[in-house]
T-cell receptor, first 114, second 110 residues
Framework: EAGVVQSPRYKIIEKKQPVAFWCNPI?????LYWYLQNLGQGPELLIR????????DSQLPKDRFSAERLKGVDSTLKIQPAELGDSAVYLC????????????FGEGSRLTVL | KQEVTQIPAALSVPEGENLVLNCSFT??????LQWFRQDPGKGLTSLLL?????REQTSGRLNASLDKSSGRSTLYIAASQPGDSATYLC?????????FGAGTTVTVRA
């Protein structure tokens, strides 16, 4: 069974440029999460989807970040414009159910903003 | 807000020694607790999931315990090997989201 797939794995951009990350969750998983991980820290939630609905986006900086999950499957996280402080790893995870379900993570997308 | 703490931040042990990793959390109203392993430059690999009604879970050389009332979990790794070198993170789920600790980076010396 395929795991959570993310792309690109690495992205280097100049500040003020846009960037987008893509995530394909495990088949059948209704809940999808985007996390941000800074070096030496644990991941922090950006947004959670139940099917195609964003049910928790309180930690998403909405002035520059946006996300969508069309048809309740794949998801895209966008940053526009990127700032130096956005350099981090962006992790996507999915679970079968929101409450007691086990989370499975992708390999992450490492962003470097110059 | 849930706060998750992992102490120590790093430890180094000789091969064969048993590992004991600690995790504490502030709010005991959790759905479950999950332990992950993270290798450098990689994503998180799920090791064990303990539901709130359970006291422990075992998988091979790994055993994780959960004491909700005291807000603690411990991950035991028996007979450590160099391949166990990685960062181990615990995460608690409440209100449908996971809150993570910063992790414990383990080095197993051959």
């Amino acid at each position: 069974e395929a795991g959570v797939v993310q792309s690109p794995r690495y992205k280097i951009i100049e500040k003020k440029q846009p960037v987008a990350f893509w995530c394909n969750p495990i088949s059948g998983h209704n809940t999808l999460y985007w996390y941000l991980q800074n070096l030496g820290q644990g991941p922090e939630l950006l947004i959670r989807y139940e099917n195609e609905e964003a049910v928790d986006d309180s930690q998403l900086p909405k002035d520059r970040f946006s996300a969508e999950r069309l048809k309740g499957v794949d998801s895209t996280l966008k940053i526009q414009p990127a700032e130096l402080g956005d350099s981090a790893v962006y992790l996507c995870a999915s679970s079968l159910v929101a409450s007691g379900g086990e989370l499975f993570f992708g390999e992450g997308s490492r962003l470097t903003v110059l | 807000k849930q706060e998750v703490t992992q102490i120590p931040a790093a430890l180094s042990v000789p091969e064969g020694e048993n590992l004991v990793l600690n995790c504490s959390f502030t709010d005991s109203a959790i759905y479950n607790l999950q332990w992950f392993r993270q290798d450098p430059g990689k994503g998180l690999t799920s090791l064990l999931l303990i539901q709130s009604s359970q006291r422990e879970q075992t998988s091979g050389r790994l055993n994780a315990s959960l004491d909700k009332s005291s807000g603690r979990s411990t991950l035991y790794i028996a007979a450590s090997q160099p391949g166990d070198s990685a960062t181990y993170l615990c995460a608690v789920k409440d209100d449908y989201k996971l809150s993570f600790g910063a992790g414990t980076t383990v080095t197993v010396r051959a």
